[in-house]
């Protein structure tokens, strides 16, 4: 990783599946972000970050059925209610500087 990058970490647990992982996100070039999603135990969520290692930044704002976190995720099987996508691509904003670091919640009433 670059000394200069800005690394982010974020935390998911998805649910009521349990299958809790850590996105590591960082910027490696002006227009590229590297990501690792680990410490899952749902192999949809290993396979899937078998698959997706960096985006560009046009791929990070692709719309969904072209963008990288989503295909990969498909690819992978995961549950199409899954968070961990949008949390591959809410970490990678951050990383490049896109957005700032706010955690996102869905609370049932």
């Known amino acids: 990783m670059n000394d200069n990058a800005h690394f982010v970490q974020v935390n998911v647990n998805p649910g009521v599946c349990g299958f809790e992982c850590v996105i590591k996100a960082w910027q490696h070039e002006a227009r590229m972000v590297k990501v690792v999603i680990s ?3 749902c192999r949809h969520i ?12 046009n791929e990070l704002f692709a719309p ?8 990969s995720a498909t690819e992978a ?5 899954c968070p961990v996508p949008v949390a591959v691509l809410k970490a990678a904003e951050v990383a490049m500087g896109m957005a700032l670091p706010k955690d996102v919640h869905i609370h049932f009433l």
Not at 77 to 81: A, E, K, R, V
């Open 39 to 41: 410490e899952s135990k």
């Open 46 to 57: 290993q396979q899937m970050s078998e698959h997706l290692r960096q985006m560009t930044l």
């Open 64 to 71: 969904v059925p072209r963008n990288p976190a989503f295909v």
């Open 77 to 81: 099987g995961c549950h199409s209610s």
